[in-house]
């Protein structure tokens, strides 16, 4: 009985030493804490099982891992994917002697693990001056060192603002304050600032709107200061009047006013008065030149003036034929407005009389000592008139490619034709002595010959008219005085390709191009036909020049290419012209094309 006794007593006793030690074994990490995703972290536990039969680690998670008999097995490491607190635990196989054991079927450790720390910059592609919000995620401690990547650092919380001054790419880093924790960062890419803004017009009449528009900004709000007192935020686009003359400073701030860069442009406000100034004058015919030929008794003569005043109010005037007053003139003339005044129908210039006859303007109101430009027409002895067909008037020809001059309707009782060729527009006009008229013989139509065409002046405005003689060689009827100039032919320009800005490409046809585009991109080459120091290709839309392209070092039958832009939407004739020197006189290649 007593030998019962002893052994529950024996057992009663390992039962209390085996609980006893098993709360001293434990699962362990390989470092501390905090744990966020992605780390990889090591567990092992304080005991050894080397006698024992297959184990299991579980990393509560989903995530087991079973191990054979093969000694203590070591350190296992995990790697979680997502945010949250695990039960790491260890359960191991029999018992066996060696010590210290794990007596405990299964231990187990508690671990939390956190959202990655991060750094988030929106937008990631700002423009300079634009603000950037820039938060930092997941992180310990509220007080963070930030630095900006462009020479800015400071310490503040979790969240920050920031604008950047110039463009390029730029790294962000942060990392809390006192916490041993590496740096955590991102990039912003910083673009250049491409905001402006456009007026309507700079000079604008009293109660007339004028309209500001805001491009590329940032926020659809903006801070308006009209520089009269009236500020407010409103839209990109927005429009005020003014009720008083001046000189106002319109500026515009994006983001309601909390950019730190101004824009500003300017606006002159004219109020109706009389106190108006001429600024341009422009007089000529409706032909576009300061001459011409009619024949007698006709009613083609309209000459037009074109005025551009400062200020608002009356302007008056008188027509000079001959130099003697004929009609009056009065007007309302608008600031910034170009007006166009035309002759009354009603006072038609005399072409009765054969001969020259000038016309000119004298401005009566506001009082000018400007003199304005005096034209010239020619009346013509009889009232028969040829209309030339070919080439147009104002033809610009090379040399190498003579043309036709022709006259599509034949004069009635003309038996046969003339044609003269002149450099001198007085002698053409007055018919002298020295114009050499060549004979055509009946046919409607001349092709100059070597000698006629050699004796043309080069790189000059030549003028030419053609007259019709019945059988006793009497003049019956002239055409009017066009114009031709033949420049020398060294140069030849090839258009390649057109496209819109869009980069739309446009047919090139011989009849022209046809386009609604803003503007059209033009490829092209120029081939010179000898070597020089430089060539100068210019284009010209509607005679206004657009462009002027330097060639230098050109070498004999080289192609230099060119790129250019032009007004796509302005109906017209587009001109290449190379000159040999800066002097558009001499013109050595040629190329033309319309826009319909």
């Known amino acids: 009985m007593k030998k019962i006794y002893l052994i529950v007593l024996i057992l009663l006793v390992s039962l209390i030493s085996v609980q006893s030690l098993s709360a001293q074994y434990i699962i362990y990490a390989n470092k501390t804490g905090p744990y966020y995703v992605g780390d990889t972290i090591g567990f092992n536990k304080s005991c050894h099982d080397n006698t024992r039969g297959a184990s299991t680690w579980n990393f509560g998670d989903g995530t087991t891992k079973n191990l054979p008999n093969s000694g203590d097995n070591g350190w296992q490491y995990h790697a979680y994917s997502e945010a949250g607190t695990y039960t790491v635990s260890y359960t191991y196989g029999p018992v066996g002697m060696v010590s210290p054991q794990c007596f405990a079927a299964t231990l187990t450790y508690k671990i939390k693990i956190k959202a990655k720390r991060a750094v988030n910059a929106n937008p990631s592609n700002p423009k300079v001056d634009q603000l950037v919000y820039i938060q930092a995620l997941n992180f310990n401690k509220s007080s963070v060192y930030w630095d900006f990547g462009d020479g800015t650092v400071l310490t503040g919380g979790l969240t920050q603002t920031h604008r950047y001054q110039k463009t390029g790419v730029f790294t962000i880093t942060a990392r809390e304050i ?104 422009e007089l000529r015919f409706d032909n576009g030149k300061y001459y011409m030929v009619v024949p007698r008794n006709s009613k083609m003569l309209n000459p037009l003036l074109k005025l551009k005043m400062r200020g608002t109010g009356t302007i008056t005037g008188h027509w000079l034929y001959d130099n003697a007053v004929y009609g009056l003139v009065s007007e309302l003339s608008r600031q910034g407005e170009v007006k166009e005044i035309t002759m009354d129908r009603s006072l038609q210039l005399p072409t009765h009389e054969p001969g020259v006859h000038t016309v000119s303007f004298r401005l009566t109101r506001p009082e000018t000592n400007v003199e304005f430009p005096v034209l010239r027409y020619y009346v013509l002895p009889y009232e028969k008139t040829l209309e030339t067909s070919t080439p147009p008037d104002g033809f610009v020809a090379k040399e190498d490619e003579i043309p036709v001059f022709s006259w599509g309707v034949p004069i009635g009782g003309a038996s046969r034709y003339q044609i003269t060729f002149s450099n001198s527009l007085f002698d053409i006009l007055n018919n002298k002595s020295n114009l050499r008229w060549n004979d055509v013989e009946g046919d409607l139509s001349f092709t100059p010959g070597e000698e006629v065409w050699n004796s043309i002046k080069r790189n000059k405005w030549t003028f030419w008219r053609v007259r019709g003689l019945d059988s006793f060689n009497k003049v019956i009827g002239e055409s009017a005085v066009n114009e031709i100039k033949i420049v020398i032919a060294k140069a030849e320009i090839t258009l390649n390709k057109v496209t819109g800005l869009n980069g739309s490409e446009i047919t090139l046809r011989k009849d022209g191009i046809f386009s609604g585009q803003e503007m059209l991109l033009i490829k092209g080459d120029v081939e010179y036909k000898d070597d020089s120091d430089f060539i100068i290709l210019q284009v010209l839309v509607n005679d206004n020049l657009v462009d002027q392209l330097l060639f230098r070092d050109v070498k004999k039958g080289e192609k230099r290419t060119f790129e250019t832009s032009v007004p796509g939407r302005e109906k017209g004739k587009i001109v290449f012209r190379v000159l040999k020197t800066s002097s558009p006189s001499v013109i050595v290649g040629l190329k033309g094309i319309l826009i319909r």
């Open 178 to 281: 006192d916490v041993k924790h590496e740096m955590v960062y991102t990039t912003v890419t910083v673009s250049p600032d491409d905001r402006y803004i456009h007026i309507s017009a700079p000079e604008v009449r009293i109660g007339k709107p004028v309209t500001v528009s805001a491009f590329n900004f940032n926020s659809d709000f903006v801070l308006w200061n009209f520089g009269e007192g009236t500020v407010l935020i409103g839209g990109q686009t927005i429009s005020h009047i003014y009720d008083k003359p001046g000189e106002y400073r319109i500026t515009a701030i994006d983001e309601s006013g909390e950019s730190t860069k101004t824009f500003e442009t300017s606006v002159k406000i004219f109020g109706i008065s009389d106190e108006v100034l001429l600024e341009i004058a």
